[in-house]
């Protein structure tokens, strides 16, 4: 049973940046952040191909988020910049349990995954 650990979430002024990290236990094939706000269906925010040379993002973060992985520590980064106050939900990390997902369908449907416990970001003045 593969775990993910996520990290780095907190209260931020708009236009602030915050980098979130998730650490697996082990390999992880493609893995996504996802978000959901309160009253809101969850959200794929940014995933990336088991290699780190495909990714994909939703449109409200293309420029803000930066998605990327060290696969030498299992850890994948989600960084964060002029970050909005509608920005603020709790992310959860992801990881595809089946080979050949690739980022934009797992981002779109995350089905069959591991996931994390989640952390909290805030965006606030």
């Known amino acids: 049973q593969l775990q993910l650990v996520e990290s780095g979430g907190g209260l931020v002024q708009p236009g602030g940046s915050l980098r979130l990290s998730c650490a697996a236990s082990g390999y992880t094939r493609t893995v996504g952040w996802f978000r959901q706000a309160p009253g809101k269906e969850r959200e794929g925010v940014s995933c990336?191909?088991?290699?780190?040379?495909?990714?994909k993002y939703a449109d409200s973060v293309k420029g803000r988020f930066t998605i990327s992985r060290d696969n030498a520590k299992n850890t994948v980064y989600l960084q964060m910049n002029s970050l909005k106050p509608e920005d603020t939900a709790v992310y959860y990390c992801a990881a595809a349990r089946v080979t050949f997902t690739t980022a934009q369908a797992f981002c779109a449907a995350p089905a069959n995954a591991y996931w994390g416990q989640g952390t909290q970001v805030t965006v606030s003045s």
């Open positions: 990336i191909s088991s290699s780190g040379g495909t990714t």
